[in-house]
């Protein structure tokens, strides 16, 4: 039998807008294929083999809790380079996405140390100027382009991200000005949108789904089998009609 093995961080403290929905999507999708979906938590202080897991998840969290928990998380950054290293998946939303860059400036100035996984870093615009409100994106995951919705709240404007998950229909993704909505990889789908993200996002789901089966090679080079997506294409098709992007 297939397995996938998630494990899902600070589940206690970094959680906005729904981001646990995400965990419910992922096992849901996976049970109703027959693969065995173990979910496990890991929060501050707690040891975990990280790069022994499939799919590593992050959610968002406001500035009082991405504070609370950037200590622990940069004490675990050889772990996470070295799971990233084997392929282990990882999904990251908004302050989660952030900390895997160089830094996080809040709106008081204060910064908060990223993993500096990657080149990107986060700088607050001021309190006036959060981005708020519903998205929709137009992603490209390995090789497959589609739509994406969700609803993102943040402050933070991320820059200099090399290879963005997509481009922005409507809404503001990284920055106001610049288009572009979060970051993919090979391992990585990071991204500002809440929502939870995955329930309108059936083919997200999948890619995720999809990458942490790869990861030990139980797929075998097939696809995953369809499932019937038409209430979750109808929800998207529903916010994209309300955003005048369908
Ligand atoms: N605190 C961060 C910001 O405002 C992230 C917020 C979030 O995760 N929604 O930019």
Known sequence: MMEIRILWLYHDLMD???????????????????????????????????ASYDLLFLGGGADHEQNLI???????????????AKKTAALLICGGYQLFGKYYLDQDGNRVEGLGIYDYYTESSDRDHRCIGNIAIEATIDGETFKAVGFENHGGQTKNVATPLGKV?????????????????DCVIATYMHGPLLPKNPRIA????????????QLQGNKLEPLDDSLEQQAQQIMLKRLGVA
């Open 169 to 185: 229909l409507k809404g503001h993704g990284n920055t106001y000005g610049d288009g572009t909505e979060g970051f993919v990889d």
């Open 206 to 217: 999948d890619c995720i789904l999809t990458r942490a089966l790869n990861k030990k090679g």
């Open 16 to 50: 906005l807008y729904g981001d646990k929905g995400n965990i419910m999507v992922l096992k849901t999708r996976a049970e109703k294929r027959g693969i065995h979906c173990f979910v496990d938590t890991c929060t501050i202080n707690e040891e975990k083999d990280i």
């Open 70 to 84: 950037y200590e622990d998380l940069l004490a675990r950054k050889e772990a996470i380079q070295e799971a990233l």
